[in-house]
DNA sequence: TCATTTTCTGCAAACGTTTGCATAATTCGA
DNA sequence: TCGAATTATGCAAACGTTTGCAGAAAATGA
């Protein structure tokens, strides 16, 4: 009733399936002439191949599958589409999950995708994920694996990244330079690695200034807009106001952004605010936000790239690397 | 090398495969004790069942197309995310493409999905698609699709809309009990429904007003800030300067938000302006921008609703309809 | 004209499952 | 203890392809 098949045009034509197949491919054993049927009757009952068949047969499939903590946070939604868009003409689909930043999620994602058996994923991991293991399986079963942003670093996988610790450093002396001396970080999860790295970077940068490292200037949080808000309420509670802040991304830079001018403070003058990632909105708040470029677009498109490389080379097991993509300070009018 | 099967477990019990399928599917008439050997083999082996190879024995799969314009647009990530969530919970995975605009791009996602024989479609449709030819052929083969946001009226399928006419009604009305009289709409491409429809409200809004409907005030574009921009560029180039602003959508709005502040205009005091869609940017502009919340997420969660329900109830040919989801207007200091 | 080569087509097995049906193994009643 | 009823297992076909191999048909040469 749905689908015709192969068998459907063999039958019409009075021709074996085979010859059929074959036709379809384009096999130069085939007769041209036969070929011309076999195009014509398959157009005219409308028939698609049906990959399901042909993937168990051939046990190649063309579908990637993608993990990502959430879907519609800016930088991953563009990641993903990079990702779509190189993966669309290599003639590759993409299975997109989101692990809503839960452990147990992301291994049922992870599951999920190598039972319909794609070709290989892309993952960046969500917040709670203590444990590699899950991964560790797929790379003893070979299956292909990048990881872009949010990475494990001790699983030897491709991983494509930013100089997560360098940038942070830049941005924080961009605030040096411009004076701030009281400058407070906003913190992600303790878990993350990128994280850590920008932590670290805040830190280095204090240091080569001589600026003494104060542990009340550090606020630890999520990545969101209201964790943003929240951890610079806290400060402002404290009453340990900074005069500049560093935030762990763009959406906590807003929140903060937000709480500091509920206080009247401004900003630049009163505080001074960097954030992390270069999402749309930095450009549209008043004053734009000063920020790093991470390159989301071009960050899931060098994923994909890799990993499709992998897909198509099984054979020379290709020694894993890290690419580090550039991410520029862009100075705006917050600093 | 690479994945464990059924028949390995079959083959290291002495048993026979169909048991063993038996068995992990807890078949009742299979022993107990057979099902905890074979559990404990599988795990030890560490399989994951074919879902290629059940698919196609089965005939049904668990995989959801879905198409959208472009991804990395708020409104559609936000859909997107609706859809994997209630898709995750349900057991169903999303495999997602991008039209990127394009009609022909658009047709070529379409066959990709019905070649990987997903369950159902779920499609928001590009702007230079003038024909549903490709979406017929879905519905001849029984194919359950469910159109969001932009739809073809022709179709006869579910369609998880808002009432766009209505709420762009209302959000003029809105302008015009504000005191604004010069009131410009930044339309959306003709070929979409949703931008007719917006058009058509900002007309009879005009008209129930008693305001006189001038050609010149409505300038027609794409649906990106760059569009709204360029608009807004126009008008004031044109010398016909509105005192408010009804934007087709969001990003349009913020483009011709930035234009006007460039024009050194004060909003909302010398321009009002309206945008549509309630994305997160409009909270963050300053002053935050009037808008109409359409639920991105709820509509995405909606469709993916009503398609389940299609497909796992395929004997009872339901009626589609047309579900029309609330759509508030949000007044903020843009207005 | 017939043997040989070349060109084209079909047979059948395989991919990893599921499942109707047959049958082996076990349990039960008398 | 034996046949019947019950319980548990296996056989084999099927899903829609691809592909090695065999062999039919056509073309070639002498």
Known sequence: MKHTTINDIARKLGISPSTVSRALSNHPDVKEETKKKVRNVAKELNY??????QSLKTKRTNAIGVIVPEIKHDFFSSAISGIEEVAYHSGYTIIVSQSNESFEREVVNTTALVQQRVAGLIVSISQSTKSGEHFQALIDRGIPLVFFDRVINELDVFKVIIDDKQSAFKAVMHLIERGYRKIAHLAGPRT????KARLEGYKEALSYAGIPFNEG?????????NDGYVSMDKLIKNGTVPDAIFAV???VAVGAFQRIKEAGMKIPDEVGIVGFSNNKI?????????TVDQPSFEMGKKAVEILINLIENPEKDIKPS?????AELIVRKST
Do not use: R, S, W
């Not at 200037?217 to 807009?225: D, L, N, P, R």
């Not at 930095?282 to 000063?290: A, F, K, R």
């Not at 890290?322 to 550039?326: A, Y």
């Open 48 to 53: 698609t191949p049906n990959q399901i068949a």
């Open 192 to 195: 993350l690695e990128i994280c």
């Open 217 to 225: 200037f550090v606020i630890y949080g999520g990545m969101h807009e």
């Open 249 to 251: 991304n763009d959406p």
């Open 282 to 290: 930095t450009t549209l708040v008043d004053p734009p936000l000063t």
């Open 322 to 326: 890290v690419v580090v993509l550039d």
